[in-house]
């Protein structure tokens, strides 16, 4: 049984790795109440649901931008300082929002704004963080490292959105980014601990070149390439939140709470599959096992929508966080052991991107597919079309079929 339990030597072996998560964990609560927060709160001013949406626009063309950039600053300047000094930053923005609603600057341009800055920072220091977690464990560690994140972002994830409704509700907005202050000074007192880590190899100075360098090598690398592929059609193509407001009545007959439940299912399943990880780090044909991470997730998309009763419809979707979670840590592992150090920076921006950009476009397939459509079919067509995308690339791609994790061979 304790072989099956979460792996956690990462956590006890590295003193420096420990910091890091605990930090993260504590402060990702407080990024996924200020989320919530923040849509409340444009609501509140416009209500208008067309200007909550634009919160999500707001951060997703920063996100882009800047994820490339910030990769490639990674590889170019020491990543503690770069992490600490985005950290700084987006501690100051969400003391911007406690300022603004606390002396009533309530003005949704400002929030757009902060939201943007935000967005700009976070990709700036997401793939700076991630580049470091490397040069702190030893290789065969790190599918277990990258499961523990897994279940730092989605208990934020989880539990987020819940404490930020209830602490709005207790005293106001406020008080919900407050708590976000608080939980983010964790995070920068983790990385102040940390040791510097300059980069090594070649370094070149962080520009369109150097970001060219990290798409040509990616290329170079088919099996490293292959990762982002896989879960561009697991995102694109199975990816069902789009379709959670209609289906809540369609198939179950609910409403607003049952699609807070649909929302809250995939990462209460991925919290679960944490818990019962330890045989990730055992797995060495990490190519195979992120193609059966993802059937098993479209699979359970698929079901989904075949589904009519409520409990049913949350299992399965429990069953694809779980699986997603899996396919997540395998992808970063390859990522960040098989890539070279001089080039983890830009391709974690690469990652962030990716990311990012495939749940929102997922979305947009889903609900127009679903409109022309039935729900049902969009979620059965897109779950049959990620699975067969999935075989053709493992047919295709011989370096990823025949990845092994103690081989490292990306070509």
Known sequence: ????????????????????????????????????????????????????GLVGLCSL??????????????????????????????WLLSMVLVLQSVLEWEQVGVLYGVVALQSACFAVNNPARSAIIPRL??????????????AAFNLGFTAGPLLGAAVIAWHGFGAAYLVDVLTFTAA????????????????????????????????????????????ILAMVFAQPRALFPAVAGAFFGGGVRTVGLLQAAPAIGALLGVL???????IRRQGVAIVVAITVYAAAVGLFGLSRTIWLG????????????????????????AAPDEMRGRLQGVFIVVVAGGPRLGDFVAGTTASLTTPTIALLAGACACIVGLLILLAANKPFRRYDSEVRALR
């Open 137 to 150: 464990i030893r290789p065969e560690l790190l599918p277990a490292a990258n499961t523990l994140s897994q």
């Open 61 to 90: 063309v920063p996100l882009i931008v800047f994820g490339l950039y910030g990769g490639a600053m990674a590889d170019a300047v020491d990543r503690r300082t770069l992490a600490l000094v985005s950290s700084t930053g987006l």
């Open 276 to 282: 019962f990880s330890g045989w990730v780090s055992r």
């Open 188 to 231: 920068l007192y983790a990385l102040f601990r940390l040791p510097p880590v300059p980069p090594t190899g070649e370094v070149r100075r962080a520009g369109i070149r150097s970001v060219l360098e990290g798409f040509s090598f990616l290329r170079a690398a088919p099996a490293l390439l292959a990762t982002f592929v896989a879960d």
């Open 314 to 337: 949350v299992a399965l979707l429990a069953v694809s966080g779980a699986a997603d979670m899996v396919s997540s840590a395998y992808r970063n592992t390859v990522l960040q052991s």
């Open 1 to 52: 049984m304790p072989r099956l339990l979460t792996d956690i030597r990462p956590l006890k072996e590295s003193v420096e790795f420990r910091r890091l998560w605990i930090g993260s964990t504590v402060s990702q609560l407080g990024q996924q109440m200020t989320a919530v927060t923040v849509s409340i709160q444009v609501y509140a001013l416009t209500e208008s649901t067309f200007a909550v």
